[in-house]
């Protein structure tokens, strides 16, 4: 069993930035990947970032593409999502969630442990 505890969500100008974090427990680090995926209210929730952590690989939505970064620290085990340039249609829950496979997807039903979500809100 996987457990995901995400932090660092709070609110934010337009253009400002925020780092998420989620720390994971329970399984072998490595064999891991962990997407982050947010919903809006009324909205269907969607893939934002992804990563292996084993080999570093990373998976993008084009919405965010050059503006948000997905990382992850071997020794902490914590993955994170470095927000950038944050605008108002970037306000959503956030969550992060964990696969057992190499491929880092950004479809939500690949991926079977959630975390229980951090909220992102960004004032224009």
């Known amino acids: 069993q996987v457990q995901l505890v995400e932090s660092g969500g709070g609110s934010v100008q337009a253009g400002g930035s925020l780092r998420l974090s989620c720390e994971v427990n329970?399984?072998?680090?490595?064999?891991?990947?962990i997407g982050w995926f947010r919903q809006a209210p009324g909205k269907e929730r969607e893939g934002v970032a992804a990563?292996?952590?084993?080999?570093?690989?990373?998976n993008y939505a084009d919405s965010v593409k050059d503006r948000f970064i997905v990382s992850r620290d071997m020794e902490v085990k914590t993955a994170y999502l470095q927000m950038n340039s944050l605008q108002s249609e970037d306000s959503a829950m956030y969550y992060c969630?964990?696969?057992?496979?190499?491929?880092?997807?950004?479809?939500?039903?690949?991926?079977?442990?959630w975390g229980q979500g951090t909220p992102v809100t960004v004032n224009s």
């Open positions: 969630a964990a696969r057992v496979y190499s491929i880092p997807s950004l479809v939500p039903n690949d991926y079977a442990f």
């Open positions: 329970g399984y072998t680090y490595g064999g891991l990947s």
């Open positions: 990563i292996y952590i084993g080999g570093g690989r990373t």
